[in-house]
Each structure stands twice: as C-alpha cells, then as structure tokens.
C-alpha cells in the first residue's frame, strides 16, 4: 500500500464522520464542564444574598462570571448542533464581552481596595 493511497482513505468519507463525532464529543464534554463551572458562582450568590454578605462588588463579579460560564455553555451546545452562525457569530464575541466586563470591574474593584488599605495605613 503506497502512502498516496494512504492520504486517500484518511481524506474519505469516513475520515469527516469521525472529525464531526470527535468535534461533537469535544462540544459536549466542554458543555458538561461549563455547567458545573455555572453553578459555582451561582451557589456562591445564593449563599451570600441569603446571608447578606456586605461585598456587592464580589456579588457583580460572581453574576459576570456566572453569565460567562452560561454564555460558554450555551455556546457549546450550540456548537454540538452545528449552529455556526449561533455560536461563532453571536455568543462567542458575547462571552468575550462578558469576560472583558469581568476584567475591567476586577481590575479597578481591586484598584479602590489599594487605594482605601493605603488611606488606611497613614
């Protein structure tokens, strides 16, 4: 059996139903792991609205990641139906969005807190 032949069954139609199955396992495994990420911060805002925890910053901060995460989710099981327009086109630059929001509050939540330890100190 010469290589050619080789590259030609791997180009086969076989080759393209394994490359959607792998694609689809891929999609469904991240989709697991998105949800389980989901309710992390979920759990953490229930808890803290239950007891009401003084911190709204890190509240704000668990909603923006808890909607990443779902964002994510939605997006790979979008992605294991192969909706490309749905997840490419529109949930994918949503999620950056929601996780450069996430960024930007952390960043200057984190900023005020040096600010108001380094008032403190003097």
Do not use: C, W
Not at 73 to 97: C, D, Q, T, W
Request: aromatic share 12%; hydrophobic share 50%.
């Amino acid at each position: 059996m010469s290589m050619l032949h080789t590259l030609e069954n791997l180009n086969g139609e076989g080759n393209g139903n394994l490359v959607k199955l792998i694609q689809i396992e891929y999609h469904l495994i991240d989709a697991i792991f998105y949800f389980a990420g989901f309710t992390i911060p979920i759990y953490f805002i229930l808890k803290s609205r239950s007891k009401k925890i003084e911190g709204d910053i890190l509240v704000k901060l668990m909603m923006l990641f808890a909607s990443f995460m779902l964002i994510q989710f939605i997006y790979h099981i979008a992605g294991m139906l192969n909706l490309k327009l749905l997840s490419k086109g529109i949930l994918e630059p949503v999620s950056a969005v929601a996780l450069t929001i996430f960024a930007i509050i952390y960043y200057f939540s984190i900023k005020k807190m040096k600010r108001k330890e380094e008032e403190a100190s003097i």
